[in-house]
């Protein structure tokens, strides 16, 4: 069964620096999303990508977040200058748009980001 | 803006026993779904119900069912024959019927499970 996959797992970086953290979503969807999750909170939507475009982004998703869909499979999330509150577990999703059940969104195993 | 409320934290129920866990939303939107997230302690998010708005009939999975009532605009799910495996978070979500949107969560119920 296809399934979302996200890389690295466990990513340890240090406050200030830029990290980029990558999803390779389901080969034949087409809207891509981020979410996170603070450890002990709920799951916060980040952004939803489409077309090479962000459609629908939070208040979270400030100047300090990209996306980007660098080639055919891959879709990242760039944080440039990271703050401890930036830790949490990461989760990238995608969906089909053509999914007569309505557009479910298949979620990845997400990873976690340690700001030290 | 769309809210979802889980009112408990935390709920705990024995083996083989029923448990109930309760959602709250608020919306202006008539076309949308709700879902039923677990997370276990890996922390994937795994699909456990969805339930379309329009769809009057409560959705059924194996042991899972919902009571999904509209116009109270409450959304629970039941848990029938509980096993240890079914101990984790619990999340509620709600999104609109369209393409792109966002699913908006609960802050979760951590169902515990006793032999």
């Known amino acids: 069964e296809p399934e979302v996959t996200q890389t690295p797992s466990h990513q340890v970086t240090q406050m200030g620096q830029e990290v980029i953290l990558r999803c390779v979503p389901i080969s034949n969807h087409l809207y891509f999303y981020w979410y996170r999750q603070i450890l002990g909170q709920k799951v916060e939507f980040l952004v939803s990508f489409y077309n090479n475009e962000i459609s629908e982004k939070s208040e979270i998703f400030d100047d300090q977040f990209s996306v980007e869909r660098p080639d055919g499979s891959n879709f990242t999330l760039k944080i440039r200058s990271t703050k401890l509150e930036d830790s949490a577990m990461y989760f990238c999703a995608s969906s089909d748009p053509r999914d007569p059940i309505g557009y479910e969104q298949y979620f990845g195993p997400g990873t976690r980001l340690t700001v030290t | 803006a769309q809210t979802v409320t889980q009112s408990q934290p935390e709920m705990s129920v024995q083996e083989a026993e029923t448990v109930t866990l309760s959602c709250t939303y608020d919306t202006s939107e008539s076309d949308y779904y709700l879902f039923w997230y677990k997370q276990p302690p890996s922390r994937q998010m795994i699909l456990v119900i969805r339930?379309?708005?329009?769809?009057?009939q409560n959705a059924t999975e194996n042991r899972f069912s919902v009571n999904f009532q509209k116009a109270a605009k409450s959304f629970s799910l039941k848990i029938s024959d509980s096993q240890l495996g079914d101990a984790a978070m619990y999340f509620c979500?709600?999104?609109?019927?369209?393409?792109?949107?966002?699913?908006?969560f609960g802050k979760g119920t951590t169902l515990s499970v006793s032999s």
């Open positions: 339930q379309e708005a329009y769809k009057q």
């Open positions: 979500a709600y999104r609109r019927n369209q393409a792109g949107t966002a699913l908006i």
